[in-house]
């Protein structure tokens, strides 16, 4: 095994008195902060050569880095050592009988996999292992910050867009027929072809709370994550916190439908192993055409239909099969638009003459408001033609607020059509 020293980690209780020695006596240069959310802590690199100093800053009192330093005081936390394959190598240290934290290896800062080994093994001292990522870094414009929530009043109701992190998919299965010299201006490609593409389920709050969709959610392997490029820093754990919804405030889940970056969330693996209801109290709303697919896949559709994440809600008697196009609560319908899937639907959200619509996979980012800028993925790409001509011109004509589900940048916007081009006009406080 190769191994190369990645960086130092040192615990700080006083970030200010920390940087006065490190950056200002010792002069070294920091890179902009990185907050790991799940484990609480803000990181600071300063680069020393060919590796670095991490200076971890605990961003709430229950945070890891505040325990430690609580018990042993601010100093050394951990070293970590760069490996090719860190499967390989925690296998090879699980054969010599070393004492391992992390069985799997888990997502660590930028899209690099880590996996911790227990001081007990490295003579006192705690050793984070971590294969980085092949992947190049895409645009500076897509980052963690491009996923605050934001708040959208419609009349009686509000909307809140929250977000379960990004996902990498490719960029071609992404576009279609449309050629990648054209779309890679609109969504640049990692070294793997994919591109980044958020997921920002819905929470609509009216007469009931409303979450539709919920993102990937955090069951899957290490291996999935590694695959799809899964960032949940911006959970809908976190995300839905921040907005001051708990998971037991969702009265209805309704699903768009039921593909692994929509109803992903949708359950959750507890501490005995068992797939339960992410949303203790709620109703799960599901078209009954989407769950007969779902439940009876084939092979173009079988890798997007993960019945783990929605067969626990039938037998937890939480599931609630919906035929046509309804009303769900006051203000909030659902209307089918096929292409995507037969049985995919929209959502049209209304109060005092107001009007948003969450577009779901039928205009997945704002990249594909033009018409043949259609997913590969569509099982019916010619309805998905239909429908999106169909939805566009009805959201010019009554200027409805389009939620666009997965695009990295923009929660959310207007859509206008000039000379036969389009584009999105910002939502105004
Ligand atoms: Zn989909
Ligand atoms: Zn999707």
Redesign the pocket.
């Known amino acids: 095994m190769k191994a190369i020293l990645d960086h130092v980690g040192i615990a700080v209780k006083d970030l200010g008195a920390a940087l006065a020695f490190y950056r200002d006596a010792l002069g070294l240069e920091i890179e902009a902060p990185e907050e790991v959310a799940s484990q609480r802590v803000r990181a600071h690199f300063l680069p020393v050569g060919e590796a670095k100093l991490e200076l971890l800053e605990a961003t709430a009192p229950d945070s890891p880095i505040a325990k430690y330093t609580e018990k042993r005081g601010a100093g050394l936390h951990h070293i970590t050592l760069r490996v090719d394959d860190i499967s390989a190598a925690l296998a090879q240290l699980k054969a010599r009988g070393a004492r391992i934290i992390d069985e799997q290896p888990r997502p660590g800062a930028e899209h690099s996999l880590v996996a911790f080994i227990h001081p007990s093994s490295a003579h006192g001292v705690l050793v984070e292992l971590k294969q980085s990522s092949t992947i190049s870094h895409q645009s500076s414009a897509i980052s963690h910050q491009t996923l605050a929530i934001s708040r959208y009043p419609l009349g009686d109701l509000e909307l809140i867009s929250v977000s379960d992190g990004f996902i990498r998919l490719d960029g071609g299965a992404m576009f279609g027929i449309v050629p990648k010299v054209l779309w890679e201006k609109q969504a640049p490609a990692d070294l793997s072809n994919r591109i980044t593409l958020a997921m920002r389920p819905l929470i609509v709050r009216g007469a009931r709370t409303m979450l539709i969709d919920a993102g990937v959610g955090g069951k899957d392997s290490a291996k999935f994550q590694e695959i799809y490029g899964i960032d949940r820093a911006r959970s809908l754990e976190v995300t839905m916190a921040e907005a001051g919804v708990a998971p037991e405030d969702i009265d209805i889940v309704l699903a768009t439908h039921l593909?692994f970056?929509?109803a992903g969330g949708f359950t959750y693996r507890d501490a005995g192993g068992r797939l339960r209801p992410t949303f203790p109290r709620a109703q799960y709303i599901v078209r009954r055409g989407e769950w007969e697919d779902a439940t009876h896949t084939h092979a173009r559709n079988r890798a997007s239909y993960l019945a783990d994440n929605f067969v626990p809600l039938a037998e937890a008697g939480v599931l609630q099969l919906v035929d046509e196009d309804a009303t769900i609560m006051p203000g909030v319908r659902v209307r089918r638009t096929g292409g995507h899937t037969m049985h995919h639907q929209m959502v049209v959200i209304e109060s005092k003459g107001k009007t948003a619509a969450y577009v779901a996979?039928l205009i997945?980012t704002t990249a594909h408001l033009p018409d043949p800028w259609i997913m590969g993925f569509d099982l019916y790409p010619v309805d998905t033609l239909t429908a999106k001509q169909r939805f566009v011109k009805e959201a010019i004509e009554r200027d409805l607020l389009v939620l666009f589900?997965?695009d990295p940048t923009i929660a959310a916007g207007y859509i206008r059509e000039q000379a036969g081009k389009r584009h999105i006009a910002p939502v105004h406080g």
């Open positions: 593909h970056d929509h996979d997945p589900e997965h």
